[in-house]
């Protein structure tokens, strides 16, 4: 876990675009971001007060998280200098960067000598078991896209902040580092070994109350063949009661594979219920969550009401419109 | 890749079944075996010549394969002493066991002074590429099991062994430490970081000759919660034009999960060729492999007579049988 709340660094930013972490944790856990710190030329401006670190530490802050990525691959002088100075002040380090901040000396010299920690979120910094497949109390959504980065990291939070706003039991729980960063826990699912993804997804979303929910974040797509690995790992350990169909309804092959169409939702159904039932045999296929934001006010809605009819669910795109359609499902079931 | 020809380690292995590893080398690629060296007490004889270490030497062996689990999850003081005068004496070492070689000083000290190689076939040797999709020349047939452990590593062999005997061009494509012990190259799959699990089957199974099959060592099942991502993997990343389904008829439940029931012949079919097919739309399903190591005689043969009837598919043992009736449907296509 990270300690929480955190000041965000927004480095020397060069677009709104480039702190999109940043703005993550800022959109959906506001009580986590006591300020922004900024280097000279950042572009990007989360509309939050902007702390030295000292103040930073005064208002509680506990945590500088890189909210930005880098360029080049690399951490620039000018960012080790904030950072190394975040650390003489106590403060701990998270990540969510390529480069890890384990594999820079000068940092972690200096987090041993002042006793603070570095969490690079990209790895998983737990020996996760295999699998075991034993039914778990709670109850689980998950959502599942024709594709990657459709909007189901959205969707799932969306569902749990209205799930919040309603007063029912529900925990976000992240599958992938701006997740991680957002909420300060989770599993990199992506960086974990094959024989333990299923065993990562069951051990972050263990035996709960009859009615709370884990709301997990879905990774890849059954159809994107890169990634449907850990797609099937997500279903199969999640055992979910519920699914979200995730799609984005411009594009016109599949993520990184020109060769590749994306599936239906029809298919997308098709394939994906058969294989939840292996693991949750009342498994539900319970709504559908559209990302519209290439689509006009009006495309949208005529785009929805289509799926809505076509499917037989409710079809709802949380970003325009809010989760509570798909909340109102997920009660009713 | 493991240098070949091996000389294989029997240790003090208690019985037979200890040995697998060197009977499966034994029987799938004798020409690498030169001979067997075993300790006092050794309970598994593979028929093989007993070879000093300089003996071996002499016949041109070049790896020494440790053919056999070891107890308590250490290597031994006895093992060590052979292992490090095989060292001594020129020879690579090859291991599949959990505890590793690398992790063992005195080992590591050994191989680094004389120049040899510790080979850990657990560990993945290569950082594999995030999969590309691309489709790639060449046939590929891959076995897809209704569990896990009912005999996709040895159908694959079998297939392979009658292609070479037909004159066919041919390569078995190991994914598991016994099968890359065996043929000395492959990849541990179930080692591999998850996002790059069809990038490495994309990998062992490169472009090839139009009428070239390799023959993708299976893992796994899709309906097994623990591993269905590497069998998906698997599917996504080796586009297989030929799946042939794996099943063993006796099992009571899935493989370490007593709430579990095996699917029949059928639903593996019907969950399987959809996927198979978003990588590989030609994709068919074109046999049966059933071990029936469990059954009589007679009760093998009315089984596959049944399952032939009820699947409309050439249904075989390949251990019992051969695996001439497969070959037939792959040749055919």
């Known amino acids: 876990?990270?300690?929480?709340?955190?000041?965000?660094?927004?480095?020397?930013?060069?677009d709104k675009l480039a702190a999109k972490v940043a703005q993550g944790i800022k959109d959906w856990r506001p009580e986590n971001a006591v300020g922004q710190l900024r280097l000279e030329g950042c572009q990007a401006d989360l509309g939050l007060t902007d702390m030295t670190l000292e103040e930073a530490k005064a208002a509680g802050?506990?945590?500088?998280?890189?909210?930005v990525a880098n360029r080049g691959g690399v951490i620039s002088p000018v960012w080790k200098e904030v950072l190394i100075a975040a650390i003489e002040a106590g403060f701990d380090i998270a990540s969510g960067l390529h480069n890890l901040l384990r594999n820079e000396a000068d940092l972690v010299a200096a987090s041993m000598a002042h006793g603070t920690n570095l969490h690079d979120v990209r790895v998983p910094g737990i020996d996760y078991p295999i699998a075991n497949g034993v039914k778990r109390t709670g109850k689980r959504v998950l959502a599942?896209?024709?594709?990657?980065?459709?909007?189901k990291m959205y969707t799932g939070l969306?569902?749990?902040?209205?799930?919040?706003?309603?007063?029912?039991?529900?925990?976000?729980?992240?599958?992938?580092?701006?997740?991680?960063?957002?909420?300060?826990?989770?599993?990199?699912?992506?960086?974990?070994?094959?024989?333990?993804?299923?065993?990562?997804v069951e051990y972050i979303s263990p035996d709960n109350d009859p009615d709370h929910w884990d709301v997990i974040e879905g990774?890849?797509?059954?159809?994107h063949v890169s990634y449907s690995g850990v797609t099937m790992a997500l279903i199969h350990g999640g055992q979910p009661d519920a699914i979200i169909l995730a799609?984005?309804?411009?594009?016109?092959?599949?993520?990184?594979?020109?060769d590749y169409d994306l599936p239906s939702l029809e298919a997308l159904r098709d394939m994906c219920l058969p294989i939840a039932r292996v693991a949750n045999p009342a498994c539900q296929v319970v709504g559908i969550s559209v990302?519209?934001?290439?689509?006009?006010?009006?495309?949208?809605?005529?785009?929805?009401?289509?799926?809505?009819?076509?499917?037989?669910?409710?079809?709802?795109?949380?970003?325009?419109?809010?989760?509570?359609?798909?909340v109102d499902a997920l009660e009713a079931m």
């Not at 876990?1 to 060069?14: N, Q, S, V």
């Not at 802050?61 to 909210?67: E, P, Y």
């Not at 992240?174 to 993804?197: E, K, N, R, S």
């Not at 495309?299 to 409710?314: H, W």
């Open 219 to 223: 990774q890849g797509s059954l159809f």
């Open 61 to 67: 802050a506990k945590t500088l998280v890189i909210g």
């Open 291 to 326: 990302n519209t934001a290439a689509l006009t006010e009006d495309e949208a809605k005529e785009y929805l009401a289509k799926v809505e009819a076509e499917m037989g669910l409710p079809a709802v795109d949380p970003y325009r419109d809010g989760a509570e359609r798909l």
């Open 247 to 258: 799609h984005e309804p411009t594009r016109t092959h599949m993520r990184g594979l020109p």
């Open 144 to 151: 599942v896209g024709t594709d990657c980065s459709v909007g």
């Open 1 to 14: 876990m990270i300690p929480t709340p955190y000041l965000l660094f927004l480095g020397d930013a060069p």
């Open 158 to 200: 969306a569902i749990d902040a209205e799930m919040q706003k309603r007063g029912m039991k529900s925990t976000f729980r992240a599958t992938g580092q701006t997740g991680i960063l957002i909420t300060g826990q989770g599993c990199p699912l992506d960086a974990v070994i094959a024989d333990f993804m299923a065993g990562a």
